[in-house]
T-cell receptor, first 113, second 116 residues
Framework: EDKVVQSPLSLVVHEGDTVTLNCSYE??????LLWYKQEKKAPTFLFML????IEKKSGRLSSILDKKELFSILNITATQTGDSAVYLC?????????????FGQGTTLQVKP | DAGVIQSPRHEVTEMGQEVTLRCKPI?????LFWYRQTMMRGLELLIY????????DSGMPEDRFSAKMPNASFSTLKIQPSEPRDSAVYFC??????????????FGPGTRLLVL
């Protein structure tokens, strides 16, 4: 059965810290991996990764994919209280050519002032 | 672009009543997804459509739930009769369905449902 596992499930840090969120997957015929951020509302899209070793970057957030070891990491540097959210990882298998995603359970990040 | 539109944003109803949730996907998107989110179970896929056709409804909890997509710009999720355990946030999402980023889903603001 295809699955996506995120770790840690929750994390508490202080402003200015750097955090690394992990996402591992077991998916038949992988196509892409996506990261979402969910505050007190709907998930918003952050990154889509399809190739190993190529870092995607947006401001203080960056992500990289390792297709050999079947995982991805999301890094947040110089964290701010506004980074507090649930971060969701999702994988799209090739067999779902209609865009179905398999979501992980999420990592809850709390950034304290 | 207006993004995915859902209505109502909040719904409070009594057990046994019918509830209808509505969704307008992003124009041009071919795939539409209905999710349910609770603290206990996280984000669950209920059903998804491609080109207005239901592809997989294996996530629909039971016969009390039904979904339709009569055209490319509108979908409904209906619960009849509703029960307290249906209380959750229901999200609608759409994705292009084709092209290099066909799987990138964009979520609506959600409908927060409370069944008393």
């Amino acid at each position: 059965e295809d699955k996506v596992v995120q770790s840690p499930l929750s994390l508490v840090v202080h402003e200015g810290d750097t955090v690394t969120l992990n996402c591992s997957y077991e998916v038949t015929n992988f196509r892409s991996l996506l990261w979402y951020k969910q505050e007190k509302k709907a998930p918003t899209f952050l990154f889509m990764l399809t190739s190993s070793g190529i870092e995607k970057k947006s401001g203080r957030l960056s992500s990289i994919l390792d297709k050999k070891e079947l995982f991805s990491i999301l890094n947040i540097t110089a964290t701010q209280t506004g980074d507090s959210a649930v971060y969701l990882c999702a994988v799209a298998p090739v067999w779902s050519n209609t865009g179905k995603l398999i979501f992980g359970q999420g990592t809850t990040l709390q950034v304290k002032p | 672009d207006a993004g995915v539109i859902q209505s109502p944003r909040h719904e409070v109803t009594e057990m046994g009543q019918e509830v209808t949730l509505r969704c307008k996907p992003i124009s041009g998107h071919n795939s539409l997804f209905w999710y349910r989110q609770t603290m206990m179970r996280g984000l669950e896929l209920l059903i998804y459509f491609n080109n207005n056709v239901p592809i997989d409804d294996s996530g629909m909890p039971e016969d009390r739930f039904s979904a339709k997509m009569p055209n490319a710009s509108f979908s409904t999720l209906k619960i009849q009769p509703s029960e307290p355990r249906d209380s959750a946030v229901y999200f609608c999402a759409s994705s292009p369905g084709t092209g290099a980023r066909r799987e990138t889903q964009y979520f609506g603001p959600g409908t927060r449902l409370l069944v008393l």
